[in-house]
């Protein structure tokens, strides 16, 4: 991706916690999301945070620094289905929030 | 539908042959997005439309490539004299409106260019 930097592959056991780590270029930052694949599946929308922060949704929280260009992804309570790349995507100040990707991190989680 | 549909599912084509991607976004979803994804990279943005106007066709990778929306609803993407380097899966997104991120993606069309 654009100057969006994320690990290629990770590996946790169930029922641990992970943390997915996402750097970008901070010019025309317009927010900081992310995305859950399946393999062979649509991308699916996990969170967004636009300010400085943790934000919180069930066992997935997402964390955002603006200041050094720095978000991660937590996920608790680790899952097999959980097992999917993980894209962060940073939303740019052009019209129409055009989201450049991440090449995405591949989570697998072993029991 | 109750979402993204997009067609065909996979298509195997020869060099040199066009081919036509279509997307039918979310009721009532105007924004539009494509974006291409090859093994192993992130989502490559294609061309996004507001309604049926397409502001910003920045990342056409040539002018083989060309999309259009009717409607303010379907959307195809058409790739003309198909290259090897085609290959991808080509996602359709669509949105309520441009000042969200928050996309909902179809399954994408396999494209596999011989």
């Known amino acids: 991706g654009q100057n969006i930097d994320q690990p290629t592959e990770m590996t946790a056991t169930e029922g641990a916690i992970v943390q997915i780590n996402c750097t970008y270029q901070?010019?025309?930052?317009?927010?900081l999301f992310w995305y859950q694949q399946h393999a062979g599946e649509a991308p699916t929308f996990l969170s967004y945070?636009?300010?400085?922060g943790l934000e919180e949704k069930g066992r997935f929280s997402s964390f955002l620094s603006r200041s050094k260009g720095y978000s991660y992804l937590l996920l608790k309570e680790l899952q097999m289905k959980d097992s999917a790349s993980y894209l962060c995507a940073r939303g740019t100040l052009e019209y129409g929030n055009k989201l450049v990707f991440g090449a995405g991190t591949i989570l697998r989680v072993k029991s | 539908g109750a979402g993204v549909s997009q067609s065909p599912s996979n298509k195997v084509t020869e060099k040199g042959k066009d081919v036509e991607l279509r997307c039918d976004p979310i009721?009532?979803?105007?924004?539009l997005y494509w974006y291409r994804q090859s093994l192993g990279q992130g989502l490559e943005f294609l061309i996004y439309f507001q309604g049926n106007s397409a502001p910003d066709k920045s990342g056409l990778p040539s002018d083989r490539f060309s999309a259009e929306r009717t409607g303010g609803s379907v959307s195809t993407l058409t790739i003309q004299r198909t290259q090897q380097e085609d290959s991808a899966v080509y996602l359709c997104?669509?949105?309520?409106?441009?000042?969200?991120?928050?996309?909902?993606f179809g399954e994408g069309s396999r494209l596999t260019v011989l």
């Open positions: 901070t010019s025309g930052f317009n927010g």
């Open positions: 945070n636009v300010l400085d």
């Open positions: 997104a669509s949105s309520p409106h441009i000042d969200t991120g928050e996309l909902f």
């Open positions: 009721s009532g979803h105007t924004a």
